[in-house]
């Protein structure tokens, strides 16, 4: 049984930090790519920046420097340092796992962010 559990979100005001972390159980993690999503309430879930086992990574436009994705294989794990919050920040953060050779995505329970002072 495949699980993901994420953790580190909360209420932060603005221009403060955040580190999200997300632990996978029951799948083989460095073979799938990871990345971390967004998904305001009524609004579509947006990428925020992911990373493939390479280590390469990519950012949403609107991260501007201010998010770092990394990856621990050994610990299963995937994080995103969040600094430099904002309030448009305010979401449920979810993490991802696919393997597009195989089309098999999943999908954390998701974790709120609140950027507000």
């Known amino acids: 049984q495949v699980q993901l559990v994420e953790s580190g979100g909360g209420l932060v005001q603005p221009g403060g930090s955040l580190r999200l972390s997300c632990a996978a159980s029951?799948?083989?993690?460095?073979?799938?790519?990871t990345a971390w999503y967004r998904q305001v309430r009524g609004k579509q879930r947006e990428m925020v920046a992911d990373i493939r086992s390479s280590g390469t990574t990519n950012y949403a436009d609107f991260v501007e420097g201010r998010f770092t994705i990394s990856r621990d294989d050994a610990m299963s794990s995937v994080y995103l340092q969040m600094n430099n919050l904002k309030p448009e920040d305010t979401a449920v953060y979810y993490c991802?796992?696919?393997?597009?050779?195989?089309?098999?995505?999943?999908w954390g329970q998701g974790t709120q962010v609140t950027v507000s002072s």
């Open positions: 029951g799948v083989r993690f460095r073979l799938y790519a």
């Open positions: 991802r796992l696919r393997r597009w050779d195989i089309d098999s995505t999943y």
